[in-house]
């Protein structure tokens, strides 16, 4: 069974519109850590935002937010009025186990539009 | 300036020969990994390394080998390559305790197996 699922492989956003990214995780452990990754088209990966399991209150860097709904086990990324710059691969992925680990999900390829 | 470097940034291998891909870390973190992203594809833990002396197996691990004689370098072994393994392949470091800043990656090395 996948750890980590995002179920969209691709999005059409207007630019300005905010932008949801689906993320579902799966795992036994109380203690883990959840990320969100971009990757632009020149393929490096640019860390965005992290949420620990013990936080409370929702991350948020800047544009981005992560609406971390525990019991649901969904950890979803959120856009503020998107960018043409956002057009990217963003990967959803959890630290989890004592070697700290980052498993990644299959990413969902983002499309801004002007 | 400080990070994660990989060399080289490209390769063509024919199938059947070796080669090591090189990264150093500057950043004195204990913790290091090997993924490899293959086309559209999210990114798979290869080799993993908790610190100097001690290395361990990954997801995806077969064809692979990896060595951790200090802190700095974690190199990737490929022994008698196969088309299978071309893709991208990223190293990644980080301390003890990922928290806010997840991991610290390199920029990639792409190779194709002909």
């Known amino acids: 069974a996948q750890k980590i699922t995002q179920t969209q492989p691709g999005m059409f956003v207007q630019e300005k519109e905010a932008v949801t990214l689906d993320c579902t995780y799966d795992t036994s452990d109380q203690s883990y850590g959840l990320f969100w990754y971009k990757q632009p088209s020149s393929g490096e990966m640019i860390f965005l935002i992290y949420?620990?399991?013990?936080?409370?209150q929702n991350a948020t860097e800047g544009r981005y937010s992560l609406n971390f709904q525990k019991a649901r086990k969904s950890a979803n990324l959120v856009i503020s009025a998107s960018q043409l710059g956002d057009s990217a691969m963003y990967f959803c992925a959890m630290r989890e186990g004592r070697d700290d680990k980052i498993i990644f999900g299959k990413g969902t390829r983002l499309h801004i539009l002007p | 300036n400080a990070g994660v470097t990989q060399t080289p940034k490209f390769r063509i291998l024919k199938i059947g020969q070796s080669m090591t891909l090189q990264c150093a870390q500057d950043?004195?973190?204990?913790?290091m990994y090997w993924y490899r992203q293959d086309p559209g594809m999210g990114l798979k833990l290869i080799y993993y390394s908790v610190g100097a002396g001690i290395t361990d197996k990954g997801e995806v691990p077969n064809g692979y080998n990896v060595s951790r004689s200090t802190t700095e370098d974690f190199p990737l072994r490929l022994e008698l390559a196969a088309p299978s393994q071309t893709s991208v392949y990223f190293c990644?470091?980080?301390?003890?305790?990922?928290?806010?800043?997840?991991?610290?990656f390199g920029s990639g090395t792409r190779l194709t197996v002909v």
């Open positions: 990644a470091s980080s301390r003890l305790e990922t928290g806010v800043y997840g991991y610290t």
């Open positions: 950043m004195n973190h204990n913790y």
């Open positions: 949420q620990g399991s013990y936080d409370e």
